[in-house]
């Protein structure tokens, strides 16, 4: 908790910059408040915290996903002062609203009550809808922020639906026993349609098709540095939360749902790779890509073993890392051309090397090409689900083979052109640079050495 209420905290000094008008100071604040919380992290957690843990405990692997969030927010505001270069006049709020928003995040790690679940979703999903629309003079920005609004409050009418009839049946709010009353009542009809609609709200928030009709508008519309941090952080949140709910609690009747998810699964893999073929547009490409994912990782709920969180988690630091290696490319093309149309990025290796070999390399690990840490993220996932469904692991197989194509036309435009259609002397910033070969060398450094990644961060003490 301690993390929680540092970057809390944080968040509330970068928005007062805003109210002195210091906002130019708000990225520097935000990055030393995170540092100082992913440095809290490996601190054992103060007894004093105990009280609050029949509403809010961090396990080990809580701890882990933290840092995964905290780093790759991190890496997002290292992006910002290039992105968030038209926003001088609210810089601040932005930058405190992605803050509040890993709050809730911080809080879906650690909920032990559905109270918590509600309100953790509600605190990560709240500031979104405002940062989707920050970009006020453009109408793709306002129809992506109400899209998002108005789709989440009807994704959250399910959640609160499924609550409601588990509290009924169940008579309690708190996950072990919801959990000791759904083993011993299996077969009970408020349970199983409360799941249901609980899964489907889950679905919505990660984007499994048919939920993901929001994804796409609102990917493309929303600023491109607040599509890195949805595609990233919000879905790393919501995966966790997501797979916490359904395996711990609902893991008795897991045949109740488990063909549900499958038929979920089947039906992402056909859309998102069909519908990311059919794009011209590479940022919408990308949004297909993120629900295409979505599909990966709800193989986690086949074969589940103890070694599934360690999966999970592998599995989303690499998306994570690769989703942002791909839009710092798409910031600055953006930010140049205006667009970001496959034409906006031929010629991109000419001129800025580094950003197209960064997009490369990610959408490599992506398509899960060998020596890339989404090589072994994949391998590792397909692995444990072949114990559980040999068909939805070859359907996984089949659609990654399909996102190479769609993942090779981006390549494609910025390298195999011999004229480059960037004539401008805006030039990549240094920090830019840094950040994509910290990058480059983390996803082939992990590609080859995955144990690396736990014995760095998965050490977590929890109590004094």
Request: charged share 10%; aromatic share 16%.
């Amino acid at each position: 908790m301690i993390v929680l209420i540092t970057v809390f905290i944080t968040a509330i000094i970068v928005l007062f910059t805003g109210v002195f008008n210091q906002g130019k100071y708000a990225r520097y604040t935000g990055i030393a408040g995170l540092l100082l919380a992913l440095a809290l992290s490996f601190q054992p957690e103060p007894v004093f915290f105990e009280q609050y843990h029949s509403m809010y405990a961090l396990s080990a692997s809580a701890v882990l996903f933290s840092r995964i969030a905290i780093m790759t927010t991190l890496l997002i505001f290292f992006l910002g002062g290039f992105a968030f270069s038209n926003h001088r006049n609210h810089q601040s709020e932005l930058y405190a609203l992605m803050l509040f928003a890993l709050c809730g995040g911080f809080v879906l790690f650690g909920f032990q009550n559905l109270i918590t679940l509600f309100l953790g979703i509600e605190i990560l999903s709240i500031p979104l809808y405002v940062l989707a629309g920050a970009n006020k003079n453009d109408l793709r920005s306002n129809e992506a922020s109400l899209k998002y609004f108005l789709m989440g409050a009807f994704a959250t009418g399910f959640l609160l639906f499924g609550i409601a009839m588990i509290y009924g049946a169940a008579g309690s709010f708190d996950l072990a026993q919801i959990r000791e009353f759904v083993t011993l009542h299996q077969s009970k009809p408020m349970i199983i349609l409360g799941m249901i609609m609980m899964l489907s709200a889950f679905s919505f928030k990660v984007s499994l098709a048919p939920f993901h009709t929001w994804s796409p508008d609102v990917y493309q519309g929303a600023p491109t540095i607040i599509t890195a941090f949805m595609a990233s952080v919000v879905k790393t949140s919501a995966v966790y939360a997501f797979f916490v709910m359904m395996t711990q609690v609902f893991g008795s009747i897991m045949g109740s749902w488990q063909n549900i998810v499958g038929v979920l699964i089947i039906l992402t893999f056909l859309i998102a790779n069909t519908m990311g073929l059919a794009q011209s547009n590479a940022k919408r490409m990308l949004a297909f890509s993120s629900v295409s994912h979505a599909g990966y990782l709800a193989l986690i709920f086949f074969g589940v073993n103890e070694n599934s969180t360690n999966v999970l988690a592998f599995y989303l630091f690499a998306y994570s890392l690769s989703t942002i290696g791909v839009f710092m490319t798409m910031i600055y093309v953006e930010k140049i051309k205006r667009e970001t149309s496959y034409n906006a990025f031929k010629g991109l290796a000419k001129t800025s090397p580094v950003l197209a070999l960064v997009s490369t390399v990610s959408l490599l690990s992506m398509a899960g090409i060998p020596i890339t840490a989404g090589f072994i993220a994949k391998f590792s996932l397909f692995a444990q689900a072949i114990n559980g469904s040999i068909f939805l692991v070859l359907m996984a197989i089949i659609g990654s083979a399909i996102s190479i194509a769609y993942y090779l036309r981006l390549i494609i435009s910025m390298y195999f052109f011999q004229e480059s259609s960037f004539k401008t002397s805006e030039t990549v910033s240094i920090t830019y640079n840094i950040v994509g070969v910290v990058i480059i060398l983390t996803i082939i450094i992990l590609g080859i050495f995955p144990d690396l990644f736990f014995h760095q961060f998965a050490y977590a003490p929890i109590i004094k």
